[in-house]
């Protein structure tokens, strides 16, 4: 009897003092969860722009959820396309994630690039999105969007506009407006809107067309909004007409959210999903893209998928009718 139960009794007495050593390691480690250590948020804008202030508060607030860390990177130029080489790069363990600008689904139908906005990606989370308008410095004499368009007519060549890159929804815009109706001139790309708009305001450039994140220097006078790209006009700005208001039937809107690497696992995108749900409806959050004139466009992982899969069909079927004119 004693000699089974010896056995037995000293298994019994490791299985508890490997339990207890189990349970003096910190929880992250003896579980393996994740996340362990922080995780890095890659913006494809320049730093000081709209879209990078109110990423890095949701960042801050994503990571009280997280339990660790999220530092914001900037790797602006090639009009928001730089974080695609990233995430290709990256491993999959959900320690690098970015965010997920229109232009990477454009940018694959007009530029020779190495890598794939479906394959090499794996959806998180839509957060907002963004709209444009036609700006103008408050000393500029365009008063209207018919005013600029006399003038570039009279003076081909001449006009300069700023976007925030080359390929972006703002610089499509320019080419359906003016070089698709014969009008000439000078397009100046920057690497983010913080540049773009005091360019604008400096009166280094005559006109640009900027996302939301100009909305702070409308409303202090300091630009003059000329029209909206938008679908409806703007409850913040309700006297500017749009351009289908003026009979251009261009809308301009760009869904953002973010993504991972290919092969990130199903529990690590439901993480990562989560806190940034939670940070995305705190009332901080909410309130800080107000001030850009956003709104909340919530989409899950899944649903989240299917319209980047949607918005890259979109891309290619608009670069093949750019080709066709």
């Keep these: 009897m004693t000699t089974r139960r010896g056995p037995n009794r000293r298994r019994w007495l490791g299985a508890v003092a490997a339990l ?25 804008w320049a730093a000081g722009g709209a879209t990078d202030i109110s990423l890095r508060l949701l960042a801050d607030l994503a990571a009280h959820h997280l ?44 530029q020779s690039v190495h890598w794939h906005p479906l394959n090499d990606v794996t959806p998180i989370i839509q957060i907002s999105g963004v709209t444009f308008g036609l700006l103008v410095n408050a000393d500029s004499p365009f008063n209207t969007l018919e005013e600029l368009l006399a003038f570039a007519r009279a003076k081909p060549g001449v006009l300069s506009v700023a976007t925030n890159g080359v390929g972006t929804s ?14 000439r001139y000078i397009h100046v790309p920057y690497k983010g809107v913080s540049e773009q708009i ?64 290919r092969g990130l696992s ?31 466009e919530y989409l899950g992982p899944q649903a989240y998928a299917l319209a980047c899969r ?8 608009a670069v093949e009718r750019t080709k066709g004119r």
Aim: proline share 8%; hydrophobic share 45%; glycine share 10%.
């Design 170 to 183: 703002p610089h499509l815009v320019l080419e359906d407006l003016l070089t698709a109706r014969g009008l």
């Design 266 to 296: 199903a529990k690590v995108v439901a993480v990562l999903h989560d806190a940034f749900r939670k940070a995305m409806f705190d009332p901080q959050f909410v309130e800080e893209i107000a001030k850009y004139d956003q709104e909340l």
């Design 67 to 110: 339990g660790q860390r999220v530092i914001v990177e900037n790797r602006g130029g090639a009009g928001g396309t730089l974080v695609m080489p990233v995430l290709q790069q990256a491993e999959p363990d959900g320690y690098t994630i970015a965010q997920l600008p229109q232009p990477i689904f454009r940018a694959y139908f007009t």
């Design 310 to 317: 949607e918005m890259f069909a979109k891309e290619r079927a």
């Design 198 to 261: 005091n360019a604008i305001a400096a009166g280094q450039v005559m006109a640009g067309v900027s996302s939301t994140g100009f909305g702070p220097s409308v409303d202090s006078g300091r630009l003059r909004l000329l029209v909206s790209l938008a679908a409806q006009r703007s409850k913040r700005w309700p006297q500017v007409p749009t351009l289908r208001d003026l009979g251009y039937d261009i809308v301009a809107q760009s869904p953002y959210g973010l993504g991972g690497p």
């Design 20 to 44: 207890a050593c189990q349970a003096a390691l910190p929880r992250t480690f003896a579980q393996g969860e994740f996340p362990s250590k922080p995780i890095t948020l890659w913006v494809p």
